[in-house]
C-alpha cells in the first residue's frame, strides 16, 4: 500500500525559498502522477502544481507559476516542490497525493494523501 509523506515546510519570511518532498514508501512513485495541493485556514484546498508519473508534464496554479517547480527522482520514491519569492499568500498546510499515470484538475481523482506540511511566509 503506497504511503505518502510530505516534509520540509517551515516558517520563511517573505521572498524566501522552502523545497517541500514528497516520500513514498510501501510501492514505487514511477507509475502515478504526483499533485501538490493546499489549504489555508478557512478556504478550500487549492491544486497547487502537479507531475505526470514519467515526468513530462507539469502544471502549476496560476498563482504560482513562474515561483514554484516541480519535480520528481523514480529512484529516490521522491516528488518535490521548489518553492521560491514565497508571499505570505503561499501561507498553507501543503499536501501531496498520487493518481494512476497522469495529472487531473480535479482533488477528488487524487487518492494516498498525506499528513501535510505547514508553509508559513511571515516577516
Known amino acids: 500500500q503506497l504511503q505518502l509523506v510530505e516534509s520540509g515546510g517551515g516558517l520563511v519570511q517573505p521572498g524566501g525559498s522552502l523545497r517541500l518532498s514528497c516520500a513514498a514508501s510501501?510501492?514505487?512513485?514511477?507509475?502515478?502522477?504526483i499533485g501538490w495541493f493546499r489549504q489555508a485556514p478557512g478556504k478550500e484546498r487549492e491544486g497547487v502544481s502537479c507531475?505526470?508519473?514519467?515526468?513530462?508534464?507539469?502544471t502549476y496554479a496560476d498563482s504560482v507559476k513562474g515561483r514554484f517547480t516541480i519535480s520528481r527522482d523514480n529512484a529516490k520514491n521522491t516528488v518535490y516542490l521548489q518553492m521560491n519569492a514565497l508571499k505570505p499568500e503561499d501561507t498553507a498546510v501543503y499536501y501531496c497525493?498520487?493518481?494512476?499515470?497522469?495529472?487531473?484538475?480535479?482533488?477528488?481523482?487524487?487518492?494516498?494523501w498525506g499528513q501535510g506540511t505547514q508553509v508559513t511566509v511571515s516577516a
Open positions: 510501501g510501492s514505487t512513485l514511477r507509475y502515478y502522477a
Open positions: 507531475i505526470s508519473s514519467v515526468g513530462s508534464t507539469s
Open positions: 497525493a498520487r493518481r494512476d499515470l497522469w495529472c487531473s484538475d480535479y482533488d477528488g481523482d487524487f487518492s494516498s
